[in-house]
């Protein structure tokens, strides 16, 4: 089983950043990809980025990619996502979850419960 908690959401203003942060426990997490979506009201869970454990590939939405980094942290059981140039249509909860680094959500087998991020225009 793997355990997923993510923090780092708030509220920030549209062009600011935000770090959220996903800590993994449980045996045995390094040998799942993770993934970050991102679900809004009304709509489908959406694909944002993934990054193995290595740190060697990475994967972005073309909605993010130059905006948003994912990086695994130096105590390597914690991954990143730097969020920049944040747009209005950013505004989501963010989860991160562990899987084969698919895009898609059915490919991932943990979840965490989620974090607010609004972006205010």
């Known amino acids: 089983q793997v355990q997923l908690v993510e923090s780092g959401g708030g509220l920030v203003q549209a062009g600011g950043s935000l770090r959220l942060s996903c800590a993994a426990s449980?045996?045995?997490?390094?040998?799942?990809?993770v993934g970050w979506f991102r679900q809004a009201p009304g709509t489908e869970r959406e694909f944002v980025a993934a990054?193995?454990?290595?740190?060697?590939?990475?994967y972005y939405a073309d909605s993010v990619r130059g905006r948003f980094t994912i990086s695994v942290g130096n105590a390597n059981n914690t991954v990143y996502l730097q969020m920049n140039s944040l747009k209005a249509e950013d505004t989501a909860v963010y989860y991160c979850?562990?899987?084969?680094?698919?895009?898609?959500?059915?490919?991932?087998?943990?979840w965490g419960q989620g974090t607010q991020v609004t972006v205010s225009s």
């Open positions: 449980g045996r045995p997490f390094r040998t799942y990809a």
């Open positions: 990054i193995s454990w290595s740190g060697g590939t990475t």
């Open positions: 979850a562990a899987g084969t680094g698919s895009p898609r959500p059915y490919a991932y087998d943990f």
